[in-house]
């Protein structure tokens, strides 16, 4: 069994493959950062060969995952890397080493998915990254900014008078006349703003979100969009698929 793991900011996102069925996942789930001892309870018995691990959560984690991979399932993980050409997918940054993992992971996911199309490749975790890919498989570049969740705790935090918000199951009037609803509406605004804006350079390009905000994100976009699950696991499995250099 193959072991994917993502280890996000905030969640760890995991599946188990088996190699022979491979288009359909055994399990999967996620877990905040807190919760990562626990995993080893799921994990111990579901006869675990092989680890593909994108991290970009920092050393502290990396190391977490491999004393838990090595110790409990006796398995030393392949951590995933950007570099500069992986599973059909062209590396365009100046330093494509520099590319987080995650993304360039999210961007074989989804040209796994729909090979040959342009695409714009959006995460929306607790940051919000939109990449676009050529048609030819290249990664032209991409665009970062504050995610959802993370807009509301700023105002919230660096102002005398904004509280707090919380989700809303409507999305708010773009000219909201309460509070509350105002900081909802600038923060989608925000989002759909940037995707929009990145959609129309883009032109022709599939437009595919993913994370836990992207269904939120998803209602308020006046384009058409694509959600997938676990881009990044897809994307680790595509690349592991192909390669075990990638």
């Not at 992971?105 to 607790?126: D, E, F, K, W």
């Not at 309460?178 to 959609?199: K, M, Y």
């Not at 694509?226 to 990638?246: E, F, N, R, Y």
Request: glycine share 10%; aromatic share 4%.
């Amino acid at each position: 069994m193959l072991l994917l793991i993502d280890a996000g900011n905030t969640r760890i996102k995991w599946a188990l493959v088996d190699p022979q069925q491979p288009a359909q996942w055994q399990d999967s789930g996620a877990v905040p950062h807190a919760g990562l001892t626990a995993l080893a309870a799921t994990w111990q018995h579901r006869g675990v060969t092989g680890a593909v691990v994108a991290n970009v959560a920092g050393a502290a984690l990396h190391a977490q995952l491999a004393a838990l991979l090595q110790d409990v399932l006796g398995v030393t993980p392949h951590w995933f890397v950007s570099r500069t050409e992986c599973a059909g997918l062209r590396n365009g940054y100046r330093d494509p080493a520099q590319l987080g993992c995650d993304r360039f992971a999210a961007m074989i996911g989804a040209r796994a998915r729909y090979p040959a199309q342009a695409l714009l490749v959006v995460s929306c975790g607790t940051a919000t990254t939109i990449d676009a890919v050529s048609a030819a498989g290249d990664f032209i570049g991409g665009m970062i900014l504050p995610g959802l969740d993370m807009m509301r705790t700023a105002l919230a935090r660096n102002t005398a008078q904004l509280p707090q918000v919380a989700d809303a199951a409507a999305i708010p009037s773009l000219f909201a006349d309460q509070t509350e609803a105002a900081i909802l509406s600038g923060c989608l605004v925000a989002q759909t703003g940037a995707i929009e804006h990145a959609l129309a350079a883009h032109a022709g390009a599939r437009c595919i979100l993913s994370g836990g905000a992207a269904s939120r994100i998803a209602a308020a976009l006046s384009v058409p969009a694509v959600l997938i699950d676990h881009l990044v696991l897809h994307g680790l499995q595509a690349a592991h698929g192909v390669t075990s250099s990638c």
